[in-house]
């Protein structure tokens, strides 16, 4: 699954991302890098963008971008 199809409120980990040059290095940049739990926040009215939460921070990304990011839904136990 990638990050822009995980529903709000769901926790999930990055196991990939994608993207090539600059977009993949702005994306690691950012803090969004493999093994990192992460969580949608908020969706924007239109859908784009939306709001992740991760690492004690809020992040705010274009759907576009996230279709690059590949997630693992966190069953909770």
Not at 14 to 32: P, S, Y
């Amino acid at each position: 699954m990638t990050l822009n199809q995980l529903p709000i409120g769901k926790e999930a980990v990055i196991t990939n991302v994608g993207g090539e040059g600059a977009l993949r290095c702005r994306l690691l940049d950012m803090g969004l890098i493999p093994k990192t739990k992460i969580t949608v926040t908020k969706v924007a009215p239109m859908g784009d963008p939306i709001e992740l939460r991760l690492r004690g921070y809020t992040l705010t990304i274009r759907v576009e971008d996230a279709r690059n990011i590949s997630v693992a839904e966190v069953v909770q136990a």
